[in-house]
């Protein structure tokens, strides 16, 4: 599907011909529809419209029709009796009025059935004028007119019957109008799934891009700089990937040289510093002559100060690890549970000397990370919680999956921490308040190590704090799963 979206001429076109072409493509299909349909309704419209003007116009002829027979029979009747002019002058102009009636009835409906009917109501109007002249002559008989006109009544019945035939016939063909309408309007919902589809192709033209373009920048935001940025897709994300590319060129380059630096100056200071070192211990240790307390004194501070120059370097070369995005890569199935021991086992001593205790309450968790950047992440929060806890004091260490998630929190009994800090304990070379009795000292590289490495590993840490009461650093991590059922265990050292 992508291979042959990728065909599309147009694929290469700007963001904005693509919206636009896509927008005119999905809405012509819609618009086609509506007018088709809303053409079908006008006539259906029209059609009623005329339907309904007929059936009245043929309601009210087969009245007047109806009305007009009647006065018809009345002045015949009163005629043959009376022998008056007035009245046949009244009985002619009925008779006219009801061959108009029958004459716009015919022109309306060319119908068959109506032209017989006609044509027998015209029979039927020269029989009784024939009789009425017969009463100048001879007496005719009132009944004979009666029987006329009962022929006529017939006559009405029938053409009613027709009308009414009439009247269902145009009600049945709204009817069929309406089914064929709704049918088509039916039919017209096959426009929807066409015009997704368009909609689904010019998306995926848009997107696919676009996404493919995150990905790469999230690999430059966990300092992977090696991978190439190139993307396929309109104008403006062509543009976006070639300026990218060039940026991973030179944060590349840069990358190089400061780990390179770091290398080097690391090295060259580690030399000196040793022989340093040895010096001061050997003045410490008196190996060299007796120092009186003010020399004892000094020494001590030369001895501290390297040590925690030595620690400073080492920091260094780790947050050079960090930084190398040539190194540390590879991903391996590790166990919590072991790397927390790991972790642990290198400050067994500070431990004890502390009297602490640690409680452990990690479910059997296996994750999908680099092993010694997990270490080191492990080594640094808990060199942390160490350093600011109380003496006899508690650290506690839980694990747990959430939404295929790693959950890890480490809370020790310390100071806590002004929630003012929260984001600025991160920041390099930062040192908070130095904990009281502490001999663990802090190079301020620790915790900004810790979240330039669970960022490569896209994982994340947060802090929650009590004044004077605790710390609890959580950790995020993703790709892990439970190895065994849930178990809770204490391990204890004092």
């Not at 029979?73 to 009163?78: H, I, K, L, P």
């Not at 090696?226 to 396929?232: A, K």
């Not at 260490?397 to 929260?422: C, F, N």
């Amino acid at each position: 599907m992508q291979k042959w979206i990728k065909n599309l001429s147009f694929y290469h076109l700007s963001i904005k011909t693509l919206t636009l072409m896509g927008f005119g493509l999905v809405a012509l299909p819609l618009v086609l529809a509506f007018l088709y349909s809303a053409n079908q309704v006008n006539q259906l419209s029209q059609q009623g419209t005329s339907a309904i003007f007929n059936v009245a116009e043929l309601v009210e002829n087969n009245r007047q029709i109806s009305q007009t027979l009647i006065r018809l029979e009345r002045f015949a009747s009163q005629y043959l009796v009376l022998k008056e002019q007035e009245l046949l002058k009244q009985y002619t102009e009925q008779k006219q009025q009801l061959k108009t009636v029958l004459a716009q009835e015919f022109k309306t409906y060319n119908d068959e059935q109506f032209s017989l009917l006609v044509q027998q109501f015209a029979s039927k109007v020269k029989e009784i004028d024939q009789l009425i002249q017969m009463t100048s002559v001879n007496s005719v008989n009132l009944e004979q007119l009666q029987s006329h006109f009962k022929q006529f009544a017939q006559l009405n019945q029938k053409l009613s019957l027709h009308s009414n035939q009439l009247i269902n016939q145009q009600a049945n063909n709204m009817v069929a109008s309406g089914n064929e309408i709704k049918k088509t309007m039916m039919f017209s919902l096959l426009v929807i799934p066409m015009t997704l589809f368009i909609a689904g192709i010019f998306i995926i033209l848009i997107t696919r891009p676009l996404k493919e373009l995150i990905n790469k920048i999230k690999l430059l935001e966990q300092g992977n700089f090696e991978s190439p940025i190139m993307v396929e897709g309109s104008t403006e994300i062509e543009e976006i990937a070639d300026a990218l590319e060039l940026m991973r060129r030179r944060l590349h380059a840069l990358e190089l040289q400061k780990s390179s630096f770091i290398r080097h100056i690391s090295h060259e200071l580690k030399t000196p510093l040793a022989a340093i070192r040895e010096g001061t211990e050997l003045l410490y240790d008196n190996s060299v002559g007796e120092l009186n307390n003010d020399q004892q004194e000094v020494t001590n501070i030369i001895r501290t100060s390297v040590t925690r120059l030595q620690r400073l370097i080492e920091d260094l070369l780790d947050f050079n690890i960090v930084l190398d995005s040539t190194s540390l890569q590879d991903a391996e199935v590790i166990n919590l549970n072991q790397e927390i021991e790991q972790a642990l086992s290198l400050w067994a001593l500070d431990i004890k000397r502390k009297q602490l205790t640690v409680i452990q309450q990690v479910d059997d968790i296996s994750l999908q990370c680099n092993s010694k950047q997990l270490s080191v992440i492990l080594d640094n929060i808990l060199s942390n919680a160490i350093k600011f806890s109380p003496d006899k004091g508690t650290i506690t260490i839980k694990g747990w999956i959430e939404q295929q998630r790693l959950q890890l929190t480490i809370t020790d009994q310390g100071v806590g921490i002004e929630p003012s800090l929260y984001n600025k304990i991160f920041d390099a070379f930062y040192q908070g308040p130095t904990a009281h009795n502490s001999q663990i000292k802090s190079s301020g590289l620790g915790l900004t190590i810790v979240k330039e490495l669970l960022m490569r590993l896209n994982g994340s840490i947060t802090i929650e704090s009590i004044a004077s009461t605790s710390t609890t650093f959580k950790i995020s991590l993703p790709k892990t799963q439970l190895m065994t059922p849930i178990k809770t265990y204490h391990l204890e050292k004092s």
